[in-house]
């Protein structure tokens, strides 16, 4: 009973806002974007493909790292030894008391591993003694005086090499790791394709999310003039008492409600903003104040989706699809060298060198230097458990890991096909849709103009235009998400089928340099 009081005041007060109130405020600018404008901002400033950007430099910083086990090792050392000895009896019983010697050592030495797997080691040293003999005395006899001493040792080593010949032959744990950190390179830089796909993806539909809220505005806003024009024709007709005031009532609510209508839509436009800018900026608070016009509109152009010929491209060019194929590549790789820890350690050796001593330093030197005391070994080493207990079972636990990364990457690709197939039955339905809902539109339209028509010649009643008015409303309504959904749906056949940046022109198509191929486990 309160209502009828109520709405006129309601209306009064709220007619000259929505009737002058823009979508965008005051201070807001407003700032034309097609959608590869769109685009072409989120692959420069989304914050998402900043922080993947990374990974790829992390991951060659970790290949490179493992060069590392190849640098030659040098090792320097410089030594001065003191010792003084306390002296006692020996076995004929005779006193010596203790002597004092003092030894310099000079070493230096370069180790390091070769790529074959064998080890070397290249050094030398010089080490001089001196000090004083103790005298030696029997009672108070002294059969022997304490002189001063020195000797002097050189040595060269020019080489001394080992290879191994089974184990850790043609695969060893340095050159494992150098090829799974350039595997893992290769897999990071398919994560940041496949960041930037999903990205690219994700502004295409937040663009045509903004593109259905804005024509949404613009449909609530049609209605609210309908509404409008609906009431102050009833309002003339009830001062002159050709209209009961229950039909004004009746206007003036459907007015209201295509009023709150209104702002719900430009509710719904400044949401659709948010997300879109939170893709397309690195600075949000730039972008606070402007308002993305899109300079693009949603169309329904047919598109021959063929489901065989959309796994094939998704076959070849997803790039998650390529990191399992990789994966498997390192299970690969991993079984190897497993499978090379099986065998014994069989490794041969040779070293060659000269040396030298004296009493003095110079001596040992010269004779080092005219290689007059040369030496020289070589050999063969073979060493093996009983059980090889831990050898096996780490190879039987890598091959069992790559025969599940192989039927992960089998589940995957019929995942993949499954997502492909109900993409396209989808974008299909949606196409269905705008041809259906645009029909009902266009004979929404026709039937209010008519009921109009028939109103004004006193042959309908307020009611029947109110409900087509409102049944118009609801038309454009679905028209707008059947168009979006459509869009929508295309996009998302283009990212699952992995060909979002060949439709922006943003890559070439390049055949994948890793065939995806399918072996069956083997039975153990």
């Given at each position: 009973?309160?209502?009828?009081?109520?709405?006129?005041?309601?209306?009064?007060?709220?007619?000259?806002?929505?009737?002058?109130?823009?979508?965008?405020?005051?201070?807001?600018?407003?700032?034309?974007?097609?959608?590869?404008?769109?685009?072409?901002?989120?692959?420069?400033?989304?914050?998402?493909?900043?922080?993947?950007?990374?990974?790829?430099?992390i991951a060659e910083a970790s290949r490179r790292m493992v060069y590392a086990d190849y640098d030659p090792q040098i090792r320097l050392v410089a030594n001065h030894d003191y010792n003084q000895d306390p002296g006692g009896i020996d076995a004929q019983a005779r006193t010596y008391l203790?002597?004092?010697?003092?030894?310099?050592?000079?070493?230096?030495?370069?180790t390091g591993l070769l790529p074959s797997g064998m080890t070397y080691s290249l050094g030398a040293y010089a080490q001089n003694t001196y000090g004083n003999e103790p005298p030696i005395t029997v009672g108070t006899n002294v059969i022997s005086v304490g002189r001063p001493f020195e000797s002097s040792r050189g040595q060269v080593l020019v080489g001394e090499l080992r290879q191994p010949l089974l184990k850790n032959f043609w695969i060893d744990s340095t050159r494992l790791n150098l090829k799974l950190r350039a595997k893992d390179r290769q897999v990071s830089d398919l994560n940041l394709r496949l960041k930037i796909l999903n990205t690219v993806s994700s502004v295409e539909q937040g663009y045509y999310d903004l593109v259905a809220a804005r024509e949404n505005v613009k449909s609530a806003e049609i209605a609210f003039q309908l509404a409008r024009k609906l009431y102050e024709e009833n309002k003339k007709r009830v001062e002159v008492g050709a209209l009961a005031q229950l039909d004004e009532r009746q206007a003036?609510?459907?007015?209201?409600?295509?009023?709150?209508?209104?702002?719900?839509?430009?509710?719904a436009v400044d949401f659709a903003e948010n997300?879109?800018?939170?893709?397309?900026?690195?600075?949000?608070?730039?972008?606070?104040?402007?308002?993305?016009?899109?300079?693009?509109?949603?169309?329904?152009?047919?598109?021959?989706?063929?489901?065989?010929?959309?796994?094939?491209?998704?076959?070849?060019?997803?790039?998650?699809?390529?990191a399992l194929v990789i994966d498997l590549e390192r299970r690969d790789l991993t079984t190897r060298y497993t499978r090379n820890q099986l065998f014994p350690q069989l490794d041969v050796f040779g070293s060659v060198g000269w040396q030298g001593s004296?009493?003095?330093?110079?001596?040992?030197?010269?004779?080092?230097?005219?290689?007059?005391?040369?030496?020289?070994?070589?050999?063969a080493s073979l060493t093996f458990p009983l059980n090889n207990r831990r050898a096996r079972e780490t190879h039987r636990i890598s091959q069992d890991e790559r025969a599940q990364a192989e039927l992960r990457l089998r589940q995957y690709r019929q995942q993949i096909m499954v997502a492909v197939s109900d993409a396209i039955q989808s974008a299909e339905s949606a196409f269905q849709r705008t041809r259906a809902t645009r029909e009902a539109r266009q004979f929404a339209e026709e039937a209010l103009a008519a009921e109009e028509k028939k109103l004004a010649n006193g042959k309908s009643t307020n009611f029947e235009?109110?409900?087509?008015?409102?049944?118009?409303?609801?038309?454009?309504?679905?028209?707008?998400?059947?168009?979006?959904?459509?869009?929508?749906?295309?996009?998302?056949?283009?990212?699952?089928?992995?060909?979002?940046?060949?439709?922006?022109?943003?890559?070439?198509?390049?055949?994948?340099?890793?065939?995806?191929?399918?072996?069956?486990?083997?039975?153990?």
């Open positions: 009973m309160r209502c009828p009081r109520v709405l006129p005041v309601v209306v009064a007060v709220l007619l000259p806002v929505v009737g002058s109130q823009p979508v965008l405020g005051a201070d807001v600018t407003e700032r034309p974007m097609s959608l590869l404008d769109c685009i072409t901002s989120a692959l420069e400033h989304n914050l998402d493909i900043a922080i993947e950007r990374y990974n790829p430099m203790g002597r004092v010697t003092d030894s310099d050592l000079l070493q230096g030495g370069v003036q609510a459907q007015m209201a409600s295509s009023e709150a209508a209104v702002l719900e839509a430009k509710r997300v879109l800018k939170n893709l397309l900026t690195d600075n949000y608070e730039a972008w606070h104040t402007v308002a993305i016009v899109p300079t693009d509109t949603l169309s329904a152009a047919p598109e021959n989706l063929d489901a065989e010929q959309a796994w094939n491209q998704a076959f070849q060019l997803r790039p998650d699809l390529a004296g009493i003095e330093f110079s001596d040992a030197l010269g004779q080092v230097y005219d290689g007059s005391a040369p030496r020289h070994a070589y050999g235009v109110l409900r087509l008015q409102r049944d118009l409303t609801q038309a454009r309504f679905d028209e707008t998400r059947a168009l979006t959904d459509y869009n929508k749906a295309l996009a998302t056949v283009r990212q699952r089928q992995g060909t979002t940046l060949l439709k922006f022109d943003l890559e070439t198509p390049v055949p994948p340099t890793t065939p995806i191929t399918y072996v069956p486990p083997t039975k153990k």
